[in-house]
């Protein structure tokens, strides 16, 4: 039986309070969804110890409930690449599904926010040497599937050295280089 919902004395429930604190952060972000993410993630990270933040991993692992931001739509590539995110650093291999990463691919590749992955990938050709599929026009940039998907979503730097052809020149000078030289300010 599930729990009924505490309501303040005006009607707002816990989700309304999540909601307005998001809607703050946001704010502070100035819009920028990756900047939201991150300020979120860091003040989680903060909370001591990290033995409560395990918990509350293993609380919530089973769970059906979507994510905030996200919607049934967007969840499977939502999980394929934070899988991904999670495993590469550590150096783990997580293999992603080619069919999964595939119909992902797809998703991200016809939606706009938060992405824009047409937008900023324009000019090129994304053809996955492991499965078939493709987007894109222009000059080709060709890489396994799971590695487009990581690209399509923003992680340009962990999906570069496993692409090839003329694109990656275009990738490089576009989202590498510059982040390269801002750093050098």
Do not use: K
């Amino acid at each position: 039986m599930a729990r009924p919902r505490r309501r303040s004395a005006r009607g707002y429930g816990a989700p309304d309070f999540r909601a307005g604190v998001h809607a703050c952060d946001g704010i502070r972000a100035r819009g920028s969804f990756h900047r939201v993410n991150h300020d979120i993630a860091v003040r989680h990270a903060a909370r001591p110890p990290t033995t409560d933040i395990v918990a509350e991993l293993r609380r919530y692992a089973d769970s059906r409930r979507l994510p905030v931001m996200t919607n049934y739509r967007n969840i499977l590539f939502d999980v394929l690449v934070h899988a991904q995110d999670i495993a590469i650093p550590l150096g783990r291999e997580y293999p992603m599904p080619s069919e999964a990463a595939r119909v992902g691919a797809d998703r991200v590749w016809t939606m706009g926010w938060p992405f824009w992955a047409r937008r900023r990938l324009r000019g090129l050709r994304l053809v996955a040497g492991d499965i078939d599929w493709s987007a894109g026009a222009g000059t080709e940039l060709r890489g396994p599937i799971a590695m487009l998907l990581l690209l399509l979503t923003g992680r340009t730097t962990t999906a570069l050295p496993h692409l090839s052809g003329g694109g990656v020149h275009i990738i490089t000078e576009r989202f590498v280089m510059p982040q390269a030289a801002a750093g050098q300010g």
